[in-house]
Each structure stands twice: as C-alpha cells, then as structure tokens.
C-alpha cells in the first residue's frame, strides 16, 4: 500500500467530489471543486492518496497570517483508520512551518471531528447558531501559532 499527501490536481476532482457526496448533506458541486483547484488563488486542496485514489482531503484558504478550512473529510470506507490524523499533522506542520494560526467550524454534533480538532489543540473560541440549518449550530476553533 503506497501513500502520499499532496495539493489536488484537476485529475482528482472526481474522487474529491465522491468523498464529498458521501460525506456532506449539500457537497460543493464538482464544476466548484475544478474552479477551485485550478483558478482560486487563495484557496488550496490537499489530499491523502492510497495507491493513486484520494481517500481523503482538506480544503483550505490562506488569507495573511491565517488559514481558514472549509472541508475536511474521508471516504467512508477508510474512516476510523487514521488517515485523517495523519493527513492533519502533515497540514499542522506546514501551518506551524509558515507561522500560520488555523481556524474552522464544526458542527457541535460532530464528535469525531471534535475529538480530533481538539487532539491537535484546537481551542474553542466562539459559536454559530443555525450555521449549517436550523438547529444545526457550529463551534468556532482556532489553532493558534
């Protein structure tokens, strides 16, 4: 089993955009994730690949000193396995590397999101009511550098 962590390529959208209808009530369309990965500057996609499929991914965007992600997720048949601990270390270190604070918002019912936001010390700082629909409110976490 061969993995690598690396930026998105047009090639991946659709593997990308599986993850997302697999993962998420309402996915980024795929035409957004293309339209991202090749022409958004500010924002950027990595991916963990096993045996040249992505199983995971977080998309991200640099504004300053910050990086704000949108989307974090993986395959619902390589959950439970790590993958995503490690492809979050790998995006921590590169935060830490370029003096760069993280943030995200969560749902507060998304206890394994939590448990791993929390394992790389993010720190709740605030909270959206209604943020993802109506009685589905989201923590506000940072990462600070």
Known sequence: MQTKIRLAE??????????????????????????????DKLSEILVYEIDNKVVSYISYMKIFDEIHIANVATHPDYRNKKIAGELFKYFVAYAEDNKLSITLEVKTTNEHALSLYRAFNFKIKGFRKNYYGIDKDALIMWREI
Do not use: C, M, R, V
């Open 10 to 39: 047009t090639g991946d959208a659709d593997d990308i955009y599986q993850i997302e209808k697999l993962s998420f009530e309402n996915p980024w369309s795929k035409n957004s994730l293309i339209n991202l990965i090749e022409k």
